[in-house]
T-cell receptor, first 114, second 115 residues
Framework: DADVTQTPRNRITKTGKRIMLECSQTKGHDRMYWYRQDPGLGLRLIYYSFDVKDINKGEISDGYSVSRQAQAKFSLSLESAIPNQTALYFC?????????????FGPGTRLTVL | GQQVMQIPQYQHVQEGEDFTTYCNSSTTLSNIQWYKQRPGGHPVFLIQLVKSGEVKKQKRLTFQFGEAKKNSSLHITATQTTDVGTYFCAGPVSAGGTSYGKLTFGQGTILTVHP
């Protein structure tokens, strides 16, 4: 969906570096999510936010932090990147107006930590 | 916590063969959703099922929700090369009838179709 954008699309970094992944959406959705995808493990939730002042940890938040700068922007930071954070990262949005919380995903950021 | 298990992890078929992926939840679900991720792409919402025993069809795709609302399946009839990708099921995280506004995804089934 072009309505959910992620930058950068690819990033190679070194162990110990600080990295920020950004997500923007024009859907007007209030809910935003960060997932990581690893082969065989599906999509695992890192953090989620229901509005600018409501941020919650997901199942694998250790080593990550987030910032919801505006309703349309949700950033994910790796304070000190490590190799096992190499993965495909997806941002997703949803709306409380949806009865069943279907989610719309961005194109993903492929992160490699050397 | 809630777990959603999906099998098989991989499925290789010849074009024209049928394909089925199964999803099982450790808890009763209020609904179940299915997503498709094309190779190199992102997950895209396909459908949601809400009612016990519900069956929905999208062309060659048939989705079922179990009577106990703890399992679901996706069946593709006569696969085509355009069906390749990873299929995920996802269930909402909830407790005591309260939804937490987030989903638990299955591990996904990777489908390859040989022409």
């Amino acid at each position: 969906d072009a309505d959910v954008t992620q930058t950068p699309r690819n990033r190679i970094t070194k162990t110990g570096k600080r990295i920020m992944l950004e997500c923007s959406q024009t859907k007007g959705h209030d809910r935003m999510y960060w997932y990581r995808q690893d082969p065989g493990l599906g999509l695992r939730l890192i953090y989620y936010s229901f509005d600018v002042k409501d941020i919650n940890k997901g199942e694998i938040s250790d080593g990550y932090s987030v910032s919801r700068q505006a309703q349309a922007k949700f950033s994910l930071s790796l304070e000190s990147a490590i190799p096992n954070q190499t993965a495909l990262y997806f941002c997703a949005t949803s709306s409380r107006a949806f009865s069943y919380n279907e989610q719309f995903f961005g194109p993903g950021t492929r992160l490699t930590v050397l | 916590g809630q777990q959603v298990m999906q099998i098989p992890q991989y499925q290789h078929v010849q074009e024209g063969e049928d394909f089925t992926t199964y999803c099982n939840s450790s808890t009763t679900l209020s609904n179940i959703q299915w997503y498709k991720q094309r190779p190199g792409g992102h997950p895209v919402f396909l459908i949601q099922l809400v009612k016990s025993g519900e069956v929905k069809k999208q062309k060659r795709l048939t989705f079922q929700f179990g009577e106990a609302k703890k399992n679901s399946s996706l069946h593709i009839t006569a696969t085509q090369t355009t069906d390749v990708g990873t299929y995920f099921c996802a269930g909402p995280v909830s407790a005591g009838g309260t939804s937490y506004g987030k989903l638990t995804f299955g591990q996904g089934t990777i489908l390859t179709v040989h022409p």
